[in-house]
């Protein structure tokens, strides 16, 4: 075991590997080349070693995605939320609105799947789940400035973990791995996020430096078999929807047992893997539930968090203590109910709530302020003014 002191988080030495992530770095001629990525060259022998060194330039710039600003200063300081725009064609695009709901503009411009905004006040930069252009099976972590410019892909050249590779029976060349998640450290600086390999076997909790090529840290490590074999013989441990509380010292996540149900749990990183006070409080939920997207409050205080029916095809969100959490309660607030898929982040001034779902009018966009009052009932009202469907609400200020 070795810690990590300029995160305050335990790392368990199961693996760590390089996440090269370059921002505004130079020339960079070792860097690991995608095996999907093919050199459109026919060159023979005489010219392999110029062939090689086009392609490593190619993935350089496709780190970079974007340097263009698609908001203007002006629409940037206008903008209170963003949100994933979904149009008829199924094209989606991270889109800017007002806090009257009215639309500015979309930040993005490639028509491709999108989830998981996350801000950073400190650094106003954003960090969103998409798929890889040049493979529908893969997702990746990008980040870019609020007004659109500076998109990097932080994943694409990240192989999997050696254990990871074993247990695949692939090369580091592989390019389907799983990356979801990303929330933000208080300090805006490094983003954690899960890796999951696409058979489930291995999934992991890490941390990645978004300012240097510093390896990305393995925090946890769950497994579903054995590590030697890769057969499923034992439950899996999978952790998903994680985030760091406001001071870094908790982690809250979902461990999901065969997909679906699981439990929130809250993780104390001043412990060490596999102590007795590692996890220091649990939220269990039923096979019929899907527990989804924890998220501290503002103060840390508080956890906002979404539930799936799988049956009745609903959600719900809850709101509880962390120290009721930690105590054992399993009663949280209800706050409000809509159609399944429904998620909800919380304002900056952790008073109120942002939704994105289908509350009886279609998916769009709702603000819920939230009183002291446990019996009160709570209206929504919506924002968004688009016959456009929109999910991942994040408010921005």
Request: aromatic share 6%; net charge negative.
């Amino acid at each position: 075991m070795r810690r990590l002191n300029t995160l305050g988080v335990v790392v368990t030495g199961v693996a760590v590997f390089c996440m090269s992530v370059s921002f505004g770095c130079g020339s960079n001629e070792d860097a690991p080349v995608p095996s999907s990525v093919k050199s459109e060259s026919s060159a023979g022998k005489g010219t392999q070693a110029s062939a090689e060194k086009a392609m490593a330039k190619r993935v350089r710039t496709e780190l970079t995605v974007s340097t263009e600003s698609m908001l203007d200063a002006e629409e940037v300081a206008k903008t209170a939320f963003l949100a994933v725009e979904t149009d008829k064609s199924h094209s989606q695009e991270i889109v800017a609105f007002e806090a009257t709901g009215e639309r500015i503009g979309p930040i993005t411009d490639d028509g491709r799947l999108k989830f998981d905004i996350c801000y950073s006040p400190k650094t106003k930069r954003i960090v969103f789940i998409s798929r890889y252009e040049r493979d529908p099976n893969r997702w990746d972590i990008y980040s870019m400035a609020l007004d659109g410019s500076d998109s990097r892909n932080l994943t694409l050249e990240s192989p999997p973990p050696e254990e990871a590779i074993e247990l695949m029976g692939r090369g580091v060349g592989s390019r389907v791995l799983r990356n979801g998640c990303p929330s933000f450290t208080p300090d805006g600086g490094k983003v954690l996020f899960h890796q999951t390999t696409p058979d489930g076997i291995l999934s992991l909790l890490q941390v990645g430096d978004l300012k240097t090529a510093a390896p990305a840290v393995v925090l946890r490590q769950g497994e579903n078999g054995d590590k030697d074999t890769g057969s499923r013989s034992r439950p899996p441990l999978t952790y998903d929807d994680a985030q760091l509380s406001p001071d870094g010292s908790l982690v809250v996540c979902v461990q999901r047992p065969q997909g679906s149900g699981g439990r929130i749990g809250i993780m104390n990183l001043s412990a060490s893997a596999g102590d007795a006070d590692e996890w220091v409080g649990f939220l269990e939920f039923t096979l019929e539930e899907r527990a989804q997207r924890p998220r501290f409050s503002p103060d840390g205080t508080n956890i906002l968090y979404t539930v799936s029916d799988l049956k009745a095809s609903e959600s719900n969100i809850f709101l509880i203590g962390v120290d009721e959490i930690k105590k054992g309660s399993s009663t949280p607030r209800f706050l409000v109910s809509g159609k399944r898929g429904m998620t909800g982040n919380w304002l900056p001034e952790g008073n109120g709530i942002v939704i994105g779902g289908d509350l009886g009018d279609g998916e769009q966009v709702y603000k819920v302020m939230i009183g002291d009052d446990p019996e009160e009932e709570l209206v929504p009202e919506r924002l968004s003014k688009t016959p456009e469907i929109l999910r991942h609400p994040v408010w921005i200020r």
